[in-house]
């Protein structure tokens, strides 16, 4: 943001605020990067599979062992050896191509 806002005062403003102000901006939009970079670099992206595993899922359909569940805005087909019945939560243990195993949630 800073460095689009240093191109706009070098286009704007007189000269020679014009050189100041985009030789600031431009130092600051620098730091600004430098700070968003260090502070993301160590957060791991998760994505598919990944990030269903340990999510809660509402039982649609009655598990035992096969039925449905609701995850994420999505219905998916889900197999749960303990038995759920609807309404339940159940937590995502592994994923074995579109069928979840999903276990008994701690808070349901």
């Known amino acids: 943001m800073l460095l689009l806002l240093a191109l706009v ?8 605020a014009d ?13 600004e990067l430098m700070f968003w970079w260090r502070t993301v670099r160590h957060h791991k992206v998760q ?9 809660e899922a509402k039982v649609l359909a009655e ?13 998916w087909r889900a197999s ?4 759920a019945d609807v309404g339940d ?7 074995k191509d ?7 949630s701690r808070a349901g």
Not at 9 to 16: D, G, H, I, K, R
Not at 80 to 83: F, Q, R, T, V
Not at 89 to 95: S, Y
């Open 9 to 16: 005062a070098l286009l704007v403003l007189p000269s020679p």
């Open 19 to 31: 050189g100041i102000a985009f030789g600031v901006l431009l130092v600051l939009g620098f730091g």
């Open 47 to 55: 994505t598919g599979a990944e990030a269903m595993i340990g999510a």
């Open 63 to 75: 598990c035992r062992p096969d039925g449905e569940v609701w995850l994420d805005g999505a219905r």
């Open 80 to 83: 749960c050896p303990e038995g």
């Open 89 to 95: 939560l159940v937590t995502v243990v592994e994923r």
């Open 98 to 104: 579109l069928l979840l195993i999903v276990g008994r």
